[in-house]
């Protein structure tokens, strides 16, 4: 089972979150304070790994303004428990084998291409299926076929009803008793269901094979020493720990130190044991961490005296964690290392522990701000882990940090937003967000595109974002009819504009590096353009100018498209984002023909000044394409791909190498 879809509702900042779409990864990305920490907070109480938050508190968890009334609706026993997150998992062949294998084949075929199934959990902590739908007449028919029995499941609809008869054939003295074995075989079948109920049948099956989660966040990172028996003991007695208690608990677990062996084995004993657990920690360290190969985990210990013991009655085992550089041979207590490495280190132990716990569970990690005091290169080899070392469980963090997000998966990416009165938002697309949420994601790709300007030998500068992802999908469109597409060897690279164009050009020029400029011509613009030539830093040939490509003097990328194409695009923003609803407006009847003004985006510009709105925000359509890129790609007119080849061709043939 694979998590597919997660909505939260009713808790702490989130009234709604909206329906969330989940794949391997998914990057919570939102200033601070947005809610992000609530969702994963609430996610994690859906199936909890051992030792996790489990229970909801209506006081502390409901959105507070409401939080009173629903404390006195909730007074009342009948009153329905709020639900707090809705779940749809993806099933596999072999969750519907376990399925199959508990009540038999056919019995329960979900819809969907993968079928799914959902899952919520309300304030009570109820794990409910809701909508489980089954074929209880196979399922008697599976029951009858394994036991013999004949005849008495011919009435029966239900599994109920299939109950009564088969105690009525044990209550009638004339039937047989190959017939009464069978039915008591029958019977012992139902029994071996929970409650001898099918649907609870199906849903314990489902259950087995249901990821659980782990939270984990910067406060639990482990203290420096621990008092063994008193954790051990704090554990058995179910008494409140704090997260950094939880992972020193996950540690001494596994340093294999129970309570019993905590006050009494010898010294040779307990030093073998450490040393062991030192060496299985100190691999899988370096396995996980890169910063720092040289790095040996130590356990030191030492006893002090039992509270409310005579003294040296009794002694308390308290173990010391401590860190060697085995390039100095020096050690240090794990206390003195930064913070980041302390993160990195309590994150793997109690990842660990849960996972030796439970090994044949998978996992949905919910990493709360991850490693925030790792160096930029660190966090970059963590997200390296995340899709490497982690990768067989899926996973959910949270970030504002530009390293910790991927420039290669930005569809990973989701923002989450504080929205007023609706609280906390997340989304899946970038339509409706603030300048401050994206940063992170603008921050990341910028610094992969400085990254890659200066190592890739051939440069192609654009304008703007839009103009990129443009390319990328009429690349992806050409191809797929044989034609020719944005050769690989280009490096795309938005300048942020014409007036920026120069600088860039005169940047890379200077590394030595292959340019080729695609622009439009309007106005004092082409007194630029004309300039970089004339000073020789372009050649003629490596300015590319989008007007060659259309029958006007002067064209954008979206030239390229036919209009009503590129209308469509405009107009679907406004469904995506109704701050832009006035872009359903905008029609072939309202806009100025193409000979008076020939590039379509300044046609609609003027038509949106004439409903005294700002101009045309180039990136929303762009986005909308690339988001529905495998409904949009084929309705692409012929002229369009045709034009698309020509500025391919054109541009490639600026290739060097």
């Given amino acids: 089972m694979e998590l597919h879809t997660v909505r939260v509702t009713n808790f702490r900042s989130i009234k709604d979150s909206g329906v969330v779409p989940i794949d391997d990864i998914a990057c919570l990305v939102g200033k601070n304070e947005s809610g992000k920490t609530n969702f994963l907070q609430a996610l994690v109480r859906l199936h909890p790994a051992p030792g996790q938050p489990r229970s909801f508190d209506v006081n502390d968890d409901y959105p507070r303004a409401e939080a009173t009334d629903m404390e006195a609706r909730l007074a009342d026993p009948a009153y329905p428990r709020p639900i707090v997150v809705t779940a749809t998992y993806r099933l596999d062949e072999a969750d519907l084998k376990a399925v199959a294998d508990s009540v038999g084949d056919g019995v329960y075929a979900p819809d969907g291409d993968p079928p799914t199934v959902t899952v919520t959990v309300n304030y009570a902590g109820e794990r409910i299926f809701p909508g489980i739908q089954l074929n209880e007449a196979k399922a008697i028919q599976v029951i009858a076929s394994s036991t013999g029995l004949k005849g008495a499941h011919a009435a029966a609809k239900t599994v109920p009803e299939f109950g009564v008869a088969l105690n009525k054939i044990l209550e009638d003295d004339d039937e047989g008793e190959s017939t009464k074995s069978a039915a008591t075989a029958a019977i012992t079948e139902i029994s071996k269901w929970r409650k001898g109920n099918l649907v609870l049948a199906v849903i314990d099956a489902l259950e087995a094979r249901a990821p659980m989660y782990m939270y984990f966040d910067q406060y639990a990172s482990l203290p420096p020493s621990g008092n063994v028996r008193e954790l051990l003991l704090k554990r058995q007695n179910e008494e409140p720990l704090d997260d950094g208690e939880r992972t020193f608990?996950?540690?001494?677990?596994?340093?294999?130190?129970?309570?019993?062996?905590?006050?009494?084995?010898?010294?040779?004993?307990?030093?073998?044991?450490?040393?062991?657990?030192?060496?299985?920690?100190?691999?899988?360290?370096?396995?996980?961490?890169?910063?720092?190969?040289?790095?040996?985990?130590?356990?030191?210990?030492?006893?002090?005296?039992?509270?409310?013991?005579?003294?040296?009655?009794?002694?308390?085992?308290?173990?010391?964690?401590?860190?060697?550089?085995?390039?100095?041979?020096?050690?240090?207590?794990?206390?003195?290392?930064?913070?980041?490495?302390?993160?990195?280190?309590?994150?793997?132990?109690?990842?660990?522990?849960?996972?030796?716990?439970?090994?044949?569970?998978?996992?949905?990690?919910?990493?709360?701000?991850?490693?925030?005091?790792?160096?930029?290169?660190?966090?970059?080899?963590?997200?390296?882990?995340?899709?490497?070392?982690?990768?067989e469980h899926q996973i959910l963090y949270t970030t504002h940090q530009p390293f910790l997000v991927d420039p290669d998966r930005l569809d990973r990416a989701r923002p989450v937003v504080e929205d007023g009165d609706e609280g906390t938002k997340v989304y899946s697309h970038a339509y409706r967000v603030d300048n401050d949420t994206l940063f992170p994601l603008q921050a990341a790709l910028g610094y992969a595109i400085g990254q890659t300007l200066f190592v890739a030998p051939n440069v192609l500068l654009v304008e703007g974002t839009s103009d990129l992802i443009y390319l990328q999908l009429l690349s992806r469109a050409c191809e797929r009819k044989g034609g020719t597409g944005l050769d690989r060897r280009w490096v795309v690279t938005p300048v942020g504009g014409i007036d920026k164009m120069d600088t860039f050009v005169r940047l890379f020029k200077g590394q030595q590096l292959n340019i080729c400029a695609l622009v439009d011509t309007v106005g004092n613009k082409q007194v630029k353009i004309d300039k970089l030539i004339a000073e020789d830093i372009l050649k003629a040939d490596e300015l590319v100018k989008l007007a060659e490509f259309t029958d006007a003097t002067d064209a954008d990328i979206e030239d390229i498209f036919a209009v009503d194409f590129y209308l469509g695009l405009v107009q679907a923003v406004a469904t995506a984002n109704p701050t832009k609803g006035i872009?359903?407006?905008?029609?072939?009847?309202?806009?100025?023909?193409?000979?008076?003004?020939?590039?379509?985006?300044?046609?609609?510009?003027?038509?949106?000044?004439?409903?005294?709105?700002?101009?045309?925000?180039?990136?929303?359509?762009?986005?909308?394409?690339?988001?529905?890129?495998?409904?949009?790609?084929?309705?692409?007119?012929?002229?369009?791909?045709?034009?698309?080849?020509?500025?391919?061709?054109?541009?490639?043939?600026q290739l060097t190498s």
Avoid: C
């Fill in 583 to 653: 872009y359903a407006a905008i029609n072939v009847g309202n806009i100025a023909p193409a000979e008076e003004t020939p590039r379509i985006t300044k046609r609609i510009d003027a038509a949106l000044r004439s409903f005294g709105q700002e101009k045309l925000d180039h990136l929303p359509p762009a986005l909308y394409f690339e988001r529905h890129q495998d409904d949009l790609l084929e309705t692409l007119e012929e002229g369009t791909l045709e034009r698309a080849n020509k500025l391919f061709e054109r541009v490639n043939a």
């Fill in 249 to 391: 608990l996950a540690l001494i677990d596994e340093a294999q130190i129970n309570l019993e062996r905590a006050s009494t084995q010898e010294y040779a004993e307990l030093r073998n044991g450490l040393e062991s657990a030192s060496i299985r920690i100190s691999n899988d360290l370096k396995e996980y961490w890169s910063q720092n190969q040289r790095s040996r985990i130590d356990f030191d210990h030492t006893y002090v005296d039992a509270p409310g013991e005579p003294s040296e009655s009794r002694r308390d085992l308290v173990l010391m964690l401590r860190v060697e550089d085995t390039k100095y041979q020096v050690s240090t207590s794990i206390k003195r290392r930064s913070s980041g490495f302390i993160w990195f280190f309590s994150f793997m132990v109690s990842f660990a522990q849960i996972r030796a716990q439970a090994p044949e569970r998978p996992l949905v990690l919910l990493l709360d701000e991850p490693g925030t005091s790792l160096h930029g290169l660190a966090q970059r080899d963590f997200l390296k882990v995340l899709d490497g070392k982690l990768s």
